[in-house]
């Protein structure tokens, strides 16, 4: 998939925060705006919204790629059901777990016998290197 030049990660982020009324803070960058925005939605509930603002596309865009928001949304609704948060002290980071846990399910890992393992032996903040390291295989 080649990557397009003008897409704008940041401008979903912009749209959801005049819709929701959740303001940039002064000298915030855009890409910190997503971040934060993202995990602000995600703490309220909104898991689809949180996920396309972090992406920067909509649920059903076919240019998501693997990283994209479903498999974040697969790894919210894991944890949901499951009863586990991995991060839930910390919102941003909670959305790079969704991530995380999405790309497990979604490369058909078993999600408890995986999530025991990653973030038994690397700890609950494991989920961003594991999405990391996933995102850079992507790209080669």
């Not at 890992?109 to 999530?115: E, H, M, P, R, S």
């Amino acid at each position: 998939m080649a990557k397009d030049e003008t897409f704008d990660r940041n401008a979903l982020a912009l749209e959801y925060g005049l819709h929701y009324k959740i303001p940039k803070l002064e000298r915030e960058s855009d890409d910190d705006y997503r971040v934060r925005l993202s995990g602000e939605l995600r703490t309220r509930g909104d898991m689809i919204e949180s996920h396309e603002v972090f992406s920067g596309r909509r649920y059903d865009d076919p240019e998501q790629g693997s990283m994209g928001l479903i498999a974040g949304i697969f790894g919210a609704m894991a944890q949901e059901l499951s009863g586990k948060k991995f991060s839930s002290h910390d919102p941003e980071r909670q959305i790079g777990d969704d991530l995380a846990l999405g790309v497990v399910i979604r490369d058909g890992g078993k999600a408890d016998d995986a999530l025991g393992k990653i973030f038994g032996v690397l700890g609950p903040e494991a989920g961003m290197d594991l999405l990391d390291s996933h995102y850079k295989r992507d790209r080669k």
